[in-house]
């Protein structure tokens, strides 16, 4: 059974920006060779996030508040005592609940995703950073 490996780099703000990939896969995807699989997307850091999500206004605020709420960023984190010049223990603890790692099936060279679903990248971090996504395809 075929493993196809590709990567990119996405230019990312921080501050939980986020940022959708739908067609960026659904296009890579149209291209290979193979037609029924399973794909998985997969962020390198320890302070960015995939997610499915609904790419609306009212949830990208709603979501934003509960990043801020479950995991603010002015509390007395260890990471941030412990590490100086360390800014960023919330951005870690939110990557950490949110994940990494997200594997989508797909039929005849499309994403089996749902109407309103779609997938997206989230930077977590104080600043901007280059971020390596690492997507792997598996099939026939
Ligand atoms: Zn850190």
């Known amino acids: 059974m075929?493993?196809?490996t590709k990567q990119f780099v996405l230019d990312m703000k921080g501050s939980n920006e986020v940022i959708n990939i739908t067609k960026k896969?659904?296009?890579a995807l149209s291209k290979l060779?193979?037609?029924n699989g399973i794909i998985t997307i997969f962020v390198k850091h320890t302070t960015a996030s995939v997610m499915i999500f609904e790419?609306?206004?009212g949830l990208h605020s709603d979501t934003n508040m509960i990043?801020?709420?479950l995991v603010p960023e002015d509390e007395k984190w260890k990471h941030n005592i412990l590490n100086s010049g360390e800014d960023n223990a919330h951005s870690h603890l939110r990557a950490q609940i949110q994940g990494q790692s997200l594997s989508v099936p797909f039929?005849?060279?499309k994403l089996t995703l749902g109407t309103w679903q779609q997938i997206v990248i989230i930077d977590f971090d104080t600043t901007p950073r280059k971020r390596d996504i690492i997507v792997q395809i598996v099939g026939e």
Request: charged letters at 40%; zero cysteines.
């Open 67 to 69: 990043w801020k709420t």
């Open 107 to 109: 039929l005849d060279r």
């Open 33 to 35: 060779k193979i037609d």
């Open 55 to 57: 790419d609306e206004s």
């Open 25 to 27: 896969i659904s296009t």
């Open 2 to 4: 075929p493993v196809i």
